[in-house]
């Protein structure tokens, strides 16, 4: 007897999804499996990113928007940053990374190159990001610093340098080429504000309680950091950052930044927020005593007011009623004034401090002129500084309190070029967006450089951006500011020389257009009969040249063209 096969197509993608939901509770099943043992077999720090992971991998299965939440997320992340060492960390190492490491921020940027790459379009946009040259100005300047590695006395400690440099190039150019709309714009400066605003409630609390509020588990110190006083010491706040100078370079970058909004940007509640969060992140540098921070806040957010006047964005009645308000505010808060600038500027230890540091720039200009080339090592100037130390510093085994200092000591003229290079071209092109009509990315660029001048300001007392948070800010702000000189270009910047070659250009060529036109209309007779005067049309189109405006797919931008009569390809204006 025959068996007769009484499958169909149906029964068999039926079984075929049965399997492969089976196949997938299995897998599921182990990686539960897998997550439980090592949960628990670890720490606090394990169990915690193994939660995180697991709620962000849900999170985004769930969403639609996965590419704005994922980057909102990124931002997010430097609040509660947690590190994962993959060699021995050399203690006492404060001017750089002490091992090479792994942090969840570095993990999220994963997640959102793997995003992007899904979304297909990842190598399409490099592509095109890469035409710009500014994307290749910092890694021209890392590879300026890698040259020190050549002398450095301890190879891991650059190695571990130049690996977090690679991060922050990666976030940069994650930042640079993928944002392309407004709305990615306005979830990174959101989620940076509420960074800041994480700071100031921590920091607040730890005033209030003179405790870390069980922070301990993300790598900061157990107990308030201290300021010597005459009459003792004093417990500084340092929010979930490793250091309050840290944390007070952070707030106050994101506190310039939001002024610059708060002066450019639209829309009467846009304003008053970003005012407002201004105003929020002074109170931590207060209540932590940052002095670098604070002062370099205080400088740039005059020069914002100031070029807003000078702009008319700010009326003149404005100012006036600030500084009236600011001069009624001091008579009630002097004491208070009074006793932060005492605690900060008037006691015995300050001017311990500030000979201190004057020692060190000493070793780190002898350094330097020791090494004038490639200096003595990226990341080790901790570690080989004792040799320079003739007479015994007071503040010995620190490093420089001075960034530019530090990287002319550490890697010579090439990497401090490198250095100032990479500076002066994100300035350029934040200078160019700031310029632009469009109120969102104008106030984009302005922020831009007034973070620029802020750390140029503050890093000449310390070593902020040496740093994890710090450093992922200005690179998170550096990149929005390219992609916005991208999109912007929709918007271009006229000045008053542009507008009136454009109409003078714009009127001849009307005008030869129209004799032109008339002239063909004429010639029409004798080109049909083949006239001896076809020749003379030809002549007399000869020069002429029509102005039109166009969209570049390639680089995703309209500009204003010209091209000749006879010419293939037209010219940009």
Same mark, same amino acid.
């Given at each position: 007897m025959s068996t007769v096969d009484r499958s169909t197509p149906g029964n068999e993608s039926s079984a075929?999804?049965?399997?492969?939901?089976?196949?997938?509770?299995?897998?599921?099943?182990?990686?539960?499996?897998?997550?439980?043992?090592?949960?628990?077999?670890?720490?606090?720090?394990?169990?915690?990113?193994?939660?995180?992971?697991?709620?962000?991998?849900?999170?985004?299965?769930?969403?639609?928007?996965?590419?704005?939440?994922?980057?909102?997320?990124?931002?997010?992340?430097?609040?509660?940053?947690?590190?994962k060492s993959f060699t021995a960390i050399t203690p006492d190492i404060s001017g750089g990374p002490p091992s090479i490491y792994l942090t969840t921020f570095d993990v999220m940027l994963v997640?959102?190159?793997? @995003?992007?790459?899904?979304?297909?379009?990842?190598?399409?946009?490099?592509?095109v990001a890469f035409r710009r040259p500014i994307l290749w100005v910092p890694a021209i300047a890392g590879l300026m610093m890698t040259f020190s590695v050549l002398v450095a006395k301890d190879a891991?400690?650059?190695?571990?340098?130049?690996?977090?440099?690679?991060?922050?190039?990666?976030?940069?150019?994650?930042?640079a080429a993928r944002v392309r709309s407004r709305a990615q714009v306005m979830v990174t400066l959101v989620s940076l504000a509420i960074v800041g605003v994480v700071q100031f409630f921590v920091v607040l609390l730890q005033w209030k309680t003179g405790g870390v509020l069980g922070l301990s588990f993300l790598g900061v110190p157990t107990e308030l950091g201290e300021r010597t006083l005459d009459a003792g010491q004093l417990g500084r706040p340092f929010g979930t950052i490793t250091h309050p100078t840290f944390m007070g370079a952070l707030v106050a970058a994101i506190g310039v930044i939001?002024?610059?909004?708060?002066?450019?940007?639209?829309?009467?509640?846009?304003?008053?927020?970003?005012?407002?969060?201004?105003?929020?992140c002074v109170i931590p540098m207060v209540i932590a005593n940052t002095r670098a921070a604070a002062v370099a806040f205080a400088a740039i957010s005059a020069i914002l007011v100031l070029d807003g006047v000078r702009r008319r964005v700010v009326p003149m009645r404005v100012l006036v009623a600030i500084l009236f308000a600011g001069a009624i505010a001091i008579v009630p808060l002097w004491p208070h004034i009074q006793t932060k600038f005492d605690e900060n500027f008037s006691t015995a230890h300050y001017n311990l401090e500030v000979n201190s540091r004057l020692e060190l720039n000493r070793v780190a200009v002898d350094m330097f002129l020791d090494s004038p080339l490639v200096g003595t090592g990226l990341n080790n100037f901790q570690l080989v500084m004792d040799h320079w130390d003739r007479y015994g510093l007071i503040f010995g085994g620190n490093p420089v309190h001075n960034l530019f200092? @530090?990287?002319?000591?550490?890697?010579?003229?090439?990497?401090?070029?490198?250095?100032?290079?990479?500076?002066?071209?994100?300035?350029?092109?934040?200078?160019?967006?700031?310029?632009?009509?469009?109120?969102?990315?104008?106030?984009?660029?302005?922020?831009?450089?007034?973070?620029?001048?802020?750390?140029?300001?503050?890093?000449?007392?310390?070593?902020?951006?040496?740093?994890?948070?710090?450093?992922?800010?200005?690179?998170?702000?550096?990149?929005?500011t390219v992609s916005c000189s991208t999109m912007s270009r929709a918007f271009p910047v006229?000045?008053?020389?542009?507008?009136?070659?454009?109409?003078?250009?714009?009127?001849?060529?009307?005008?030869?257009?129209?004799?032109?036109?008339?002239?063909?209309?004429?010639?029409?007779?004798?080109?049909?009969?083949?006239?001896?005067l076809s020749s003379a049309a030809s002549a007399s189109t000869e020069g002429l040249h029509i102005v039109f405006t166009a969209f570049d797919r390639n680089s995703n931008h309209q500009a204003i063209y010209t091209q000749r009569v006879g010419e293939t390809s037209p010219r940009r204006i």
């Open positions: 075929l999804r049965i399997a492969g939901q089976a196949a997938g509770l299995t897998a599921g099943a182990c990686v539960a499996a897998a997550i439980g043992v090592l949960a628990a077999h670890g720490g606090l720090k394990l169990i915690v990113a193994l939660l995180g992971c697991t709620g962000l991998v849900t999170v985004l299965a769930l969403t639609k928007q996965r590419t704005l939440l994922a980057t909102g997320g990124l931002v997010l992340s430097m609040s509660l940053l947690q590190h997640v959102l190159f793997g @995003l992007w790459c899904l979304e297909g379009t990842m190598l399409r946009d490099l592509q891991g400690m650059a190695a571990a340098e130049i690996n977090r440099m690679f991060w922050t190039y990666l976030l940069f150019v994650y930042f939001a002024l610059a909004f708060g002066i450019h940007a639209t829309g009467r509640r846009l304003r008053l927020a970003a005012v407002g969060l201004s105003g929020i200092l @530090l990287q002319l000591a550490e890697t010579g003229i090439a990497g401090f070029a490198g250095l100032a290079i990479t500076w002066i071209a994100l300035a350029i092109v934040a200078l160019r967006l700031a310029r632009t009509r469009d109120p969102l990315m104008r106030a984009v660029g302005v922020g831009a450089l007034a973070m620029y001048g802020f750390y140029f300001l503050e890093e000449q007392l310390g070593f902020a951006l040496r740093h994890d948070v710090p450093r992922s800010t200005f690179w998170i702000v550096a990149g929005l006229r000045t008053k020389a542009q507008a009136r070659f454009i109409r003078t250009e714009a009127g001849g060529a009307w005008k030869k257009q129209t004799l032109a036109g008339m002239l063909m209309l004429a010639l029409i007779p004798a080109a049909t009969f083949g006239g001896p």
